[in-house]
Protein backbone atom coordinates (compact mmCIF):
# COMPACT_ATOMS: atom_id res chain seq x y z
CA UNK A 1 0.00 0.00 0.00
CA UNK A 2 3.03 2.39 0.46
CA UNK A 3 5.78 3.76 -1.98
CA UNK A 4 9.28 3.06 -2.06
CA UNK A 5 8.52 -0.42 -0.28
CA UNK A 6 12.13 -2.80 -1.86
CA UNK A 7 10.26 -5.87 -0.92
CA UNK A 8 7.18 -5.75 -2.74
CA UNK A 9 8.04 -5.96 -6.00
CA UNK A 10 5.56 -7.50 -8.23
CA UNK A 11 3.63 -8.19 -5.25
CA UNK A 12 0.01 -7.14 -5.83
CA UNK A 13 -1.14 -4.81 -2.91
CA UNK A 14 -4.33 -2.42 -2.26
CA UNK A 15 -2.44 0.09 -3.47
CA UNK A 16 -0.06 -1.07 -6.84
CA UNK A 17 3.81 0.08 -6.50
CA UNK A 18 2.99 0.78 -10.38
CA UNK A 19 0.49 3.20 -9.54
CA UNK A 20 2.42 5.58 -7.25
CA UNK A 21 2.67 8.93 -8.83
CA UNK A 22 0.55 7.47 -11.68
CA UNK A 23 -1.28 10.18 -13.57
CA UNK A 24 -5.44 9.35 -12.85
CA UNK A 25 -8.12 9.68 -14.70
CA UNK A 26 -11.65 9.69 -14.53
CA UNK A 27 -13.40 6.80 -16.83
CA UNK A 28 -15.44 9.23 -18.74
CA UNK A 29 -14.60 12.41 -19.87
CA UNK A 30 -15.59 15.63 -21.43
CA UNK A 31 -13.32 17.49 -23.85
CA UNK A 32 -14.57 20.82 -23.41
CA UNK A 33 -13.77 23.27 -20.79
CA UNK A 34 -10.99 23.36 -18.09
CA UNK A 35 -8.60 20.33 -17.84
CA UNK A 36 -7.13 19.00 -14.45
CA UNK A 37 -4.01 16.57 -14.17
CA UNK A 38 -3.53 14.92 -10.52
CA UNK A 39 -0.63 12.06 -9.20
CA UNK A 40 -0.77 10.52 -6.48
CA UNK A 41 1.69 9.57 -3.74
CA UNK A 42 1.44 7.47 -0.46
CA UNK A 43 -1.37 5.55 1.17
CA UNK A 44 -4.62 4.32 0.06
CA UNK A 45 -6.37 6.86 1.81
CA UNK A 46 -4.38 9.36 -0.32
CA UNK A 47 -5.43 7.92 -3.53
CA UNK A 48 -9.09 7.92 -1.82
CA UNK A 49 -8.87 11.55 -1.21
CA UNK A 50 -7.68 12.48 -5.07
CA UNK A 51 -10.96 10.84 -6.05
CA UNK A 52 -12.99 13.11 -3.75
CA UNK A 53 -11.04 16.05 -5.39
CA UNK A 54 -11.71 14.94 -8.84
CA UNK A 55 -15.76 15.55 -7.68
CA UNK A 56 -15.46 18.51 -6.42
CA UNK A 57 -13.29 19.66 -9.35
CA UNK A 58 -15.47 17.94 -11.98
CA UNK A 59 -18.39 19.97 -10.67
CA UNK A 60 -16.33 23.30 -11.83
CA UNK A 61 -16.41 21.98 -14.62
CA UNK A 62 -13.38 20.57 -14.89
CA UNK A 63 -12.37 17.32 -16.79
CA UNK A 64 -9.36 15.03 -15.95
CA UNK A 65 -6.35 14.72 -18.50
CA UNK A 66 -2.90 12.13 -18.51
CA UNK A 67 -1.32 14.67 -20.80
CA UNK A 68 -0.03 17.36 -18.24
CA UNK A 69 1.25 19.79 -21.18
CA UNK A 70 -2.98 20.24 -21.86
CA UNK A 71 -3.63 20.83 -18.17
CA UNK A 72 -4.73 23.75 -17.10
CA UNK A 73 -4.30 22.68 -13.18
CA UNK A 74 -1.54 20.18 -11.85
CA UNK A 75 -2.44 18.98 -8.51
CA UNK A 76 0.14 16.61 -6.81
CA UNK A 77 -1.61 14.67 -3.72
CA UNK A 78 1.45 14.10 -1.29
CA UNK A 79 2.60 11.91 1.03
CA UNK A 80 5.26 12.29 3.81
CA UNK A 81 5.18 9.89 5.82
CA UNK A 82 9.09 8.74 5.37
CA UNK A 83 11.70 11.48 4.12
CA UNK A 84 12.15 9.46 0.51
CA UNK A 85 8.66 10.40 -0.07
CA UNK A 86 8.77 13.70 0.47
CA UNK A 87 12.11 13.93 -2.00
CA UNK A 88 10.14 12.50 -4.79
CA UNK A 89 7.46 15.07 -4.41
CA UNK A 90 9.98 17.66 -4.39
CA UNK A 91 11.46 16.34 -7.76
CA UNK A 92 8.16 15.84 -9.31
CA UNK A 93 7.84 19.61 -8.56
CA UNK A 94 10.76 21.01 -10.61
CA UNK A 95 9.15 18.91 -13.57
CA UNK A 96 5.93 20.33 -12.75
CA UNK A 97 7.93 24.16 -13.06
CA UNK A 98 9.01 23.46 -16.19
CA UNK A 99 5.66 22.52 -18.11
CA UNK A 100 4.45 25.45 -16.32
CA UNK A 101 7.15 27.82 -17.75
CA UNK A 102 6.04 26.11 -21.36
CA UNK A 103 2.76 26.69 -21.18
CA UNK A 104 2.42 30.11 -18.50
CA UNK A 105 -0.93 30.36 -16.52
CA UNK A 106 -1.11 26.44 -15.66
CA UNK A 107 -1.69 26.54 -11.98
CA UNK A 108 0.61 24.22 -9.85
CA UNK A 109 -1.22 22.69 -6.66
CA UNK A 110 0.18 20.68 -3.41
CA UNK A 111 -2.08 18.54 -1.88
CA UNK A 112 -1.85 16.06 1.24
CA UNK A 113 0.42 15.99 4.13
CA UNK A 114 3.22 17.64 2.78
CA UNK A 115 0.74 20.45 2.63
CA UNK A 116 0.41 20.72 6.49
CA UNK A 117 4.05 20.45 7.04
CA UNK A 118 5.73 22.42 4.48
CA UNK A 119 3.36 25.19 3.38
CA UNK A 120 5.41 28.47 4.05
CA UNK A 121 8.45 26.46 1.95
CA UNK A 122 6.49 25.16 -0.44
CA UNK A 123 5.10 28.83 -1.20
CA UNK A 124 8.14 31.24 -0.41
CA UNK A 125 11.61 29.36 -0.93
CA UNK A 126 11.00 27.29 -3.51
CA UNK A 127 7.99 29.39 -5.43
CA UNK A 128 7.13 26.15 -6.89
CA UNK A 129 3.50 26.21 -6.12
CA UNK A 130 0.44 28.54 -6.04
CA UNK A 131 -2.03 26.74 -4.39
CA UNK A 132 -1.23 24.86 -1.05
CA UNK A 133 -4.17 22.54 0.36
CA UNK A 134 -4.75 20.26 3.10
CA UNK A 135 -6.45 17.33 3.67
CA UNK A 136 -9.22 18.81 5.67
CA UNK A 137 -9.60 21.95 3.23
CA UNK A 138 -10.68 20.07 -0.39
CA UNK A 139 -14.31 21.99 -0.54
CA UNK A 140 -12.52 25.16 -0.69
CA UNK A 141 -10.10 24.26 -4.02
CA UNK A 142 -12.58 25.74 -6.37
CA UNK A 143 -12.03 29.38 -4.02
CA UNK A 144 -8.30 29.03 -3.92
CA UNK A 145 -8.27 28.02 -7.63
CA UNK A 146 -9.66 31.46 -8.39
CA UNK A 147 -7.24 33.40 -6.06
CA UNK A 148 -4.40 31.82 -7.84
CA UNK A 149 -5.96 32.70 -11.16
CA UNK A 150 -5.40 35.97 -9.71
CA UNK A 151 -2.25 35.84 -9.15
CA UNK A 152 -1.92 34.99 -5.53
CA UNK A 153 -0.84 32.38 -3.57
CA UNK A 154 -4.39 30.08 -2.08
CA UNK A 155 -3.77 28.40 0.46
CA UNK A 156 -5.57 26.36 3.54
CA UNK A 157 -4.46 23.68 5.16
CA UNK A 158 -6.18 24.19 8.47
CA UNK A 159 -7.28 20.90 9.69
CA UNK A 160 -10.69 19.99 11.29
CA UNK A 161 -12.55 17.83 13.85
CA UNK A 162 -16.07 17.17 11.73
CA UNK A 163 -14.88 16.98 7.80
CA UNK A 164 -15.59 13.57 6.68
CA UNK A 165 -16.40 14.14 2.47
CA UNK A 166 -19.49 12.16 3.81
CA UNK A 167 -22.07 13.89 1.31
CA UNK A 168 -19.22 13.77 -1.68
CA UNK A 169 -19.50 10.97 -3.74
CA UNK A 170 -15.76 10.07 -5.05
CA UNK A 171 -15.65 10.27 -8.84
CA UNK A 172 -13.33 6.92 -9.11
CA UNK A 173 -9.61 7.58 -11.00
CA UNK A 174 -8.10 4.87 -12.77
CA UNK A 175 -10.91 2.53 -11.51
CA UNK A 176 -10.67 -1.41 -13.18
CA UNK A 177 -14.51 -1.44 -12.11
CA UNK A 178 -14.40 -4.59 -9.83
CA UNK A 179 -12.91 -2.83 -6.70
CA UNK A 180 -13.31 0.67 -4.51
CA UNK A 181 -12.10 2.40 -1.84
CA UNK A 182 -14.87 3.45 0.39
CA UNK A 183 -13.21 6.22 3.16
CA UNK A 184 -14.96 5.95 6.59
CA UNK A 185 -12.75 7.87 8.87
CA UNK A 186 -10.13 10.43 8.91
CA UNK A 187 -7.15 11.71 10.58
CA UNK A 188 -5.56 9.30 13.75
CA UNK A 189 -5.60 10.10 17.51
CA UNK A 190 -3.22 7.36 18.38
CA UNK A 191 0.12 9.51 18.47
CA UNK A 192 2.48 6.62 17.41
CA UNK A 193 6.16 8.29 18.07
CA UNK A 194 7.50 7.42 14.79
CA UNK A 195 4.52 8.60 13.02
CA UNK A 196 3.63 12.17 11.16
CA UNK A 197 -0.16 11.59 10.39
CA UNK A 198 -1.56 12.92 13.63
CA UNK A 199 -0.17 16.33 12.97
CA UNK A 200 -0.68 16.33 9.24
CA UNK A 201 -4.45 15.02 8.40
CA UNK A 202 -5.56 16.51 12.43
CA UNK A 203 -7.85 14.44 14.87
CA UNK A 204 -9.83 11.45 14.44
CA UNK A 205 -13.55 11.55 13.27
CA UNK A 206 -16.34 8.95 12.29
CA UNK A 207 -17.72 8.91 8.79
CA UNK A 208 -21.91 8.83 8.95
CA UNK A 209 -22.89 5.10 8.83
CA UNK A 210 -25.55 5.63 6.71
CA UNK A 211 -23.28 7.89 4.00
CA UNK A 212 -21.00 4.50 3.60
CA UNK A 213 -23.63 2.10 3.26
CA UNK A 214 -25.37 4.40 0.53
CA UNK A 215 -22.34 4.72 -1.14
CA UNK A 216 -21.42 0.82 -1.35
CA UNK A 217 -24.97 0.62 -2.32
CA UNK A 218 -24.63 2.93 -5.43
CA UNK A 219 -20.87 1.02 -6.07
CA UNK A 220 -22.91 -1.90 -6.41
CA UNK A 221 -25.56 -0.39 -8.89
CA UNK A 222 -22.58 0.60 -10.53
CA UNK A 223 -21.60 -2.83 -10.95
CA UNK A 224 -18.85 -3.13 -8.88
CA UNK A 225 -18.24 -6.37 -6.70
CA UNK A 226 -15.00 -5.18 -3.25
CA UNK A 227 -15.24 -2.77 -1.97
CA UNK A 228 -12.22 -1.55 0.97
CA UNK A 229 -13.03 0.04 4.24
CA UNK A 230 -10.20 2.83 4.94
CA UNK A 231 -9.18 4.02 8.05
CA UNK A 232 -6.10 5.03 9.80
CA UNK A 233 -7.37 2.86 12.50
CA UNK A 234 -10.74 1.31 11.48
CA UNK A 235 -11.40 -0.66 14.91
CA UNK A 236 -12.06 2.48 16.24
CA UNK A 237 -14.51 3.65 14.44
CA UNK A 238 -17.32 5.21 16.28
CA UNK A 239 -20.42 7.02 14.67
CA UNK A 240 -23.13 8.33 16.64
CA UNK A 241 -26.51 9.77 15.32
CA UNK A 242 -27.08 13.40 15.84
CA UNK A 243 -30.02 12.89 18.18
CA UNK A 244 -27.36 10.40 19.91
CA UNK A 245 -30.09 7.08 19.67
CA UNK A 246 -28.20 5.16 17.64
CA UNK A 247 -24.23 4.08 18.27
CA UNK A 248 -22.52 2.12 15.14
CA UNK A 249 -18.90 0.73 16.05
CA UNK A 250 -16.77 -0.74 13.70
CA UNK A 251 -18.13 -4.52 13.92
CA UNK A 252 -21.56 -3.34 13.39
CA UNK A 253 -20.30 -1.40 10.13
CA UNK A 254 -19.21 -3.98 8.74
CA UNK A 255 -22.26 -5.93 9.00
CA UNK A 256 -24.23 -2.91 7.56
CA UNK A 257 -21.86 -2.99 4.32
CA UNK A 258 -21.70 -6.84 4.39
CA UNK A 259 -25.71 -7.07 3.89
CA UNK A 260 -25.47 -4.35 1.47
CA UNK A 261 -25.23 -7.62 -1.29
CA UNK A 262 -24.03 -10.81 -0.86
CA UNK A 263 -21.99 -10.20 -4.13
CA UNK A 264 -19.81 -7.90 -3.15
CA UNK A 265 -16.71 -8.55 -1.27
CA UNK A 266 -15.98 -6.36 1.67
CA UNK A 267 -12.54 -5.72 3.33
CA UNK A 268 -11.21 -3.10 5.41
CA UNK A 269 -7.61 -1.51 6.31
CA UNK A 270 -5.81 -0.79 8.75
CA UNK A 271 -6.71 -2.35 12.29
CA UNK A 272 -4.62 -1.73 15.00
CA UNK A 273 -3.38 -4.46 17.33
CA UNK A 274 -4.58 -2.81 20.68
CA UNK A 275 -8.32 -1.95 18.89
CA UNK A 276 -9.23 -4.90 16.96
CA UNK A 277 -12.09 -6.70 18.67
CA UNK A 278 -13.50 -10.33 18.74
CA UNK A 279 -17.06 -8.91 17.57
CA UNK A 280 -15.11 -8.14 14.44
CA UNK A 281 -13.69 -11.41 14.12
CA UNK A 282 -16.74 -13.04 14.67
CA UNK A 283 -18.76 -10.44 12.44
CA UNK A 284 -16.27 -11.57 9.31
CA UNK A 285 -16.66 -15.65 10.27
CA UNK A 286 -20.59 -14.59 9.99
CA UNK A 287 -20.77 -13.14 6.64
CA UNK A 288 -18.89 -15.22 3.63
CA UNK A 289 -18.52 -11.90 1.70
CA UNK A 290 -16.71 -10.42 4.07
CA UNK A 291 -12.88 -11.10 3.51
CA UNK A 292 -10.47 -13.56 5.42
CA UNK A 293 -7.42 -10.69 5.44
CA UNK A 294 -6.85 -8.64 8.14
CA UNK A 295 -3.28 -5.94 8.10
CA UNK A 296 -2.30 -6.28 11.59
CA UNK A 297 1.11 -3.93 11.76
CA UNK A 298 3.11 -5.03 14.20
CA UNK A 299 5.80 -2.50 13.57
CA UNK A 300 8.14 -4.64 16.22
CA UNK A 301 8.22 -7.74 17.51
CA UNK A 302 9.87 -6.28 20.85
CA UNK A 303 7.83 -5.08 23.80
CA UNK A 304 10.17 -2.15 24.71
CA UNK A 305 10.55 -0.59 21.27
CA UNK A 306 6.69 -1.43 21.53
CA UNK A 307 6.80 0.68 24.23
CA UNK A 308 8.81 3.50 22.79
CA UNK A 309 7.04 3.81 19.35
CA UNK A 310 4.18 4.38 21.83
CA UNK A 311 1.69 1.52 20.29
CA UNK A 312 0.20 0.67 23.43
CA UNK A 313 0.55 -2.71 23.18
CA UNK A 314 3.16 -5.57 23.78
CA UNK A 315 4.66 -8.59 22.22
CA UNK A 316 2.13 -11.22 24.21
CA UNK A 317 -0.91 -8.78 23.57
CA UNK A 318 -0.08 -8.52 19.95
CA UNK A 319 0.33 -12.77 19.61
CA UNK A 320 -2.53 -12.86 21.57
CA UNK A 321 -4.59 -10.79 18.96
CA UNK A 322 -3.08 -13.13 16.24
CA UNK A 323 -4.27 -16.45 17.97
CA UNK A 324 -7.47 -15.04 17.73
CA UNK A 325 -7.60 -14.75 14.90
CA UNK A 326 -6.78 -17.57 13.67
CA UNK A 327 -8.96 -19.54 16.96
CA UNK A 328 -11.90 -17.91 14.86
CA UNK A 329 -11.06 -17.89 11.80
CA UNK A 330 -8.93 -20.51 10.73
CA UNK A 331 -8.31 -19.51 7.25
CA UNK A 332 -7.90 -15.71 7.88
CA UNK A 333 -4.27 -14.31 6.15
CA UNK A 334 -2.60 -11.92 8.30
CA UNK A 335 -0.27 -8.90 6.93
CA UNK A 336 2.24 -6.63 8.38
CA UNK A 337 3.96 -3.22 8.63
CA UNK A 338 7.03 -3.47 10.05
CA UNK A 339 10.09 -0.62 11.18
CA UNK A 340 13.60 -1.49 11.04
CA UNK A 341 16.39 0.27 13.25
CA UNK A 342 13.80 2.44 15.40
CA UNK A 343 15.61 4.68 17.77
CA UNK A 344 17.64 2.06 20.46
CA UNK A 345 16.90 -1.10 18.81
CA UNK A 346 19.58 -3.56 19.76
CA UNK A 347 20.53 -6.52 17.72
CA UNK A 348 18.46 -8.83 20.09
CA UNK A 349 15.70 -6.77 19.59
CA UNK A 350 15.65 -6.76 16.14
CA UNK A 351 15.69 -10.82 16.63
CA UNK A 352 12.04 -10.59 18.34
CA UNK A 353 10.79 -8.73 15.10
CA UNK A 354 11.95 -11.71 13.00
CA UNK A 355 10.89 -13.90 14.78
CA UNK A 356 7.35 -12.27 15.39
CA UNK A 357 6.79 -12.50 11.59
CA UNK A 358 7.94 -16.09 11.08
CA UNK A 359 5.40 -16.98 14.32
CA UNK A 360 2.62 -15.05 12.83
CA UNK A 361 3.24 -16.24 9.43
CA UNK A 362 2.10 -12.80 7.39
CA UNK A 363 1.15 -13.41 4.22
CA UNK A 364 3.49 -10.09 3.57
CA UNK A 365 4.56 -7.05 4.99
CA UNK A 366 5.30 -3.65 4.16
CA UNK A 367 8.69 -3.26 5.68
CA UNK A 368 10.53 0.01 6.22
CA UNK A 369 14.00 1.78 7.56
CA UNK A 370 13.15 4.21 10.18
CA UNK A 371 13.31 7.72 8.54
CA UNK A 372 12.99 10.05 11.59
CA UNK A 373 9.96 12.57 10.93
CA UNK A 374 10.81 15.97 12.18
CA UNK A 375 7.88 17.19 14.94
CA UNK A 376 7.01 13.83 15.87
CA UNK A 377 7.43 12.59 19.71
CA UNK A 378 9.98 10.50 18.74
CA UNK A 379 12.14 12.86 16.89
CA UNK A 380 11.50 15.30 20.13
CA UNK A 381 12.60 12.94 22.71
CA UNK A 382 15.00 9.62 21.23
CA UNK A 383 17.86 10.18 19.50
CA UNK A 384 17.62 8.36 16.03
CA UNK A 385 21.29 6.64 16.69
CA UNK A 386 20.84 3.54 14.56
CA UNK A 387 23.51 4.34 11.62
CA UNK A 388 21.52 3.72 8.19
CA UNK A 389 23.91 0.86 6.98
CA UNK A 390 22.76 -0.59 10.13
CA UNK A 391 18.99 -0.03 9.20
CA UNK A 392 19.19 -1.02 6.09
CA UNK A 393 21.26 -4.75 7.17
CA UNK A 394 17.91 -5.02 9.26
CA UNK A 395 15.67 -4.42 6.81
CA UNK A 396 17.37 -6.83 4.55
CA UNK A 397 17.20 -9.25 7.01
CA UNK A 398 13.28 -9.03 8.01
CA UNK A 399 12.95 -8.78 3.45
CA UNK A 400 14.65 -12.24 3.84
CA UNK A 401 12.25 -13.73 6.73
CA UNK A 402 8.95 -12.44 5.16
CA UNK A 403 9.71 -13.87 1.30
CA UNK A 404 10.31 -17.15 3.15
CA UNK A 405 7.23 -17.04 4.91
CA UNK A 406 5.06 -15.37 2.19
CA UNK A 407 6.78 -18.68 -0.20
CA UNK A 408 5.87 -20.89 2.67
CA UNK A 409 2.31 -19.90 2.46
CA UNK A 410 1.62 -19.84 -1.19
CA UNK A 411 2.97 -23.57 -1.05
CA UNK A 412 0.70 -24.60 1.22
CA UNK A 413 -2.06 -23.45 -1.36
CA UNK A 414 -1.23 -25.59 -3.88
CA UNK A 415 -3.69 -27.66 -5.13
CA UNK A 416 -6.43 -25.87 -3.09
CA UNK A 417 -9.55 -24.56 -4.47
CA UNK A 418 -10.34 -20.75 -4.26
CA UNK A 419 -13.34 -18.54 -4.63
CA UNK A 420 -11.85 -15.62 -6.68
CA UNK A 421 -13.08 -12.16 -7.87
CA UNK A 422 -11.85 -11.62 -11.41
CA UNK A 423 -10.31 -7.93 -11.90
CA UNK A 424 -9.25 -8.23 -15.24
CA UNK A 425 -6.65 -9.29 -17.84
CA UNK A 426 -3.24 -10.31 -16.40
CA UNK A 427 -0.37 -7.96 -16.56
CA UNK A 428 1.36 -10.36 -18.86
CA UNK A 429 -1.17 -12.12 -21.17
CA UNK A 430 -4.56 -11.42 -22.54
CA UNK A 431 -5.06 -14.89 -22.50
CA UNK A 432 -5.09 -14.81 -18.47
CA UNK A 433 -7.37 -13.12 -16.23
CA UNK A 434 -6.00 -12.11 -12.84
CA UNK A 435 -7.74 -11.86 -9.41
CA UNK A 436 -7.81 -12.46 -5.85
CA UNK A 437 -8.54 -15.23 -3.88
CA UNK A 438 -10.67 -13.71 -0.34
CA UNK A 439 -6.94 -13.89 1.45
CA UNK A 440 -5.92 -11.23 -0.71
CA UNK A 441 -3.61 -13.37 -2.16
CA UNK A 442 -2.90 -12.54 -5.93
CA UNK A 443 -3.95 -15.82 -8.44
CA UNK A 444 -3.25 -15.62 -12.06
CA UNK A 445 -5.67 -18.59 -14.54
CA UNK A 446 -6.04 -19.04 -17.95
CA UNK A 447 -9.19 -17.42 -19.26
CA UNK A 448 -11.94 -19.61 -19.76
CA UNK A 449 -15.41 -19.15 -21.79
CA UNK A 450 -17.99 -17.61 -20.20
CA UNK A 451 -16.36 -15.59 -17.46
CA UNK A 452 -15.53 -12.06 -17.51
CA UNK A 453 -14.24 -9.44 -15.16
CA UNK A 454 -16.72 -8.85 -12.31
CA UNK A 455 -17.29 -12.51 -11.99
CA UNK A 456 -16.69 -14.42 -9.69
CA UNK A 457 -15.23 -17.99 -10.49
CA UNK A 458 -13.50 -20.65 -8.51
CA UNK A 459 -9.54 -21.60 -9.12
CA UNK A 460 -7.52 -25.00 -8.41
CA UNK A 461 -3.89 -23.77 -7.53
CA UNK A 462 -1.39 -26.24 -9.57
CA UNK A 463 1.24 -23.24 -9.59
CA UNK A 464 3.62 -20.38 -8.22
CA UNK A 465 6.23 -17.83 -9.17
CA UNK A 466 7.79 -15.87 -6.11
CA UNK A 467 4.11 -13.65 -5.66
CA UNK A 468 1.68 -14.95 -7.84
CA UNK A 469 -0.52 -17.98 -7.47
CA UNK A 470 -1.63 -19.94 -10.68
CA UNK A 471 -4.02 -21.82 -11.69
CA UNK A 472 -7.26 -23.16 -13.55
CA UNK A 473 -10.90 -22.25 -13.36
CA UNK A 474 -12.68 -25.23 -11.79
CA UNK A 475 -16.78 -26.00 -12.31
CA UNK A 476 -17.67 -25.19 -8.48
CA UNK A 477 -16.49 -25.80 -5.55
CA UNK A 478 -14.11 -29.22 -4.99
N1 LIG B 1 -2.31 3.55 10.68
C1 LIG B 1 -1.55 2.46 10.28
C2 LIG B 1 -1.04 1.68 11.50
O1 LIG B 1 -1.17 2.09 12.60
O2 LIG B 1 -0.46 0.66 11.29
C3 LIG B 1 -0.37 2.82 9.42
C4 LIG B 1 -0.26 4.14 8.85
S1 LIG B 1 1.28 4.64 8.21
C5 LIG B 1 0.62 5.68 6.99
C6 LIG B 1 1.90 3.28 7.31
C7 LIG B 1 3.16 2.67 7.82
O3 LIG B 1 4.25 3.50 7.56
C8 LIG B 1 3.22 2.41 9.30
O4 LIG B 1 2.53 1.28 9.68
C9 LIG B 1 4.70 2.28 9.55
O5 LIG B 1 5.15 0.95 9.40
C10 LIG B 1 5.30 3.14 8.45
N2 LIG B 1 5.88 4.36 9.01
C11 LIG B 1 5.23 5.38 9.61
N3 LIG B 1 6.10 6.30 10.04
C12 LIG B 1 7.34 5.85 9.71
C13 LIG B 1 8.65 6.37 9.89
N4 LIG B 1 8.85 7.51 10.53
N5 LIG B 1 9.69 5.64 9.42
C14 LIG B 1 9.48 4.47 8.79
N6 LIG B 1 8.28 3.94 8.58
C15 LIG B 1 7.21 4.63 9.04
FE1 LIG C 1 0.44 6.69 12.53
FE2 LIG C 1 0.04 5.13 14.64
FE3 LIG C 1 -1.98 6.60 13.68
FE4 LIG C 1 -1.07 4.50 12.31
S1 LIG C 1 -2.05 4.43 14.30
S2 LIG C 1 -1.51 6.53 11.50
S3 LIG C 1 1.11 4.53 12.73
S4 LIG C 1 -0.11 7.35 14.62
Known amino acids: MYNENPTIDRLEKTIDE ?24 GCAMNFSDSEIVSSILATEGYSSTRNIQESDLILINTCSIREKAEHNVRQRLRVFDKVKKGKP ?24 VDIVIGPDAYRDLPKLIATAEHGDKGVNVILSREETYADISPLRLGSNGVSAFISIMRGCDNMCSFCVVPFTRGRERS ?5 IVAEAAELVDRGFKEVTLLGQNVDSYKWSSPDETEHVNFAQLLERVALVSPELRVRFSTSHPK ?35 NRTYDRAWYKERVESIYRI ?9 IITGFCSETEEEHQ ?29 KYEDDIPLEVKK ?30 EGDSKKSDLQFKGRNSQNKVIVFTKQEGYKKGDYCFVKINGLTSATLLGEIVDGHE
Open 393 to 422: RRLSEVIKVQARMSKESNKRDLHKTFKVLI
Open 275 to 309: DITDEVIYTMKKYENICNYIHLPVQSGNSRILEKM
Open 352 to 380: DTLSMIEWAGYILSYMFAYSERPGTLAAK
Open 329 to 337: LPDCSISSD
Open 105 to 128: GTLVGVMGCMAERLKTKLLEQEKL
Open 18 to 41: QRQGEALMLDETTTDGKKFYIESY
Open 207 to 211: RDAYS
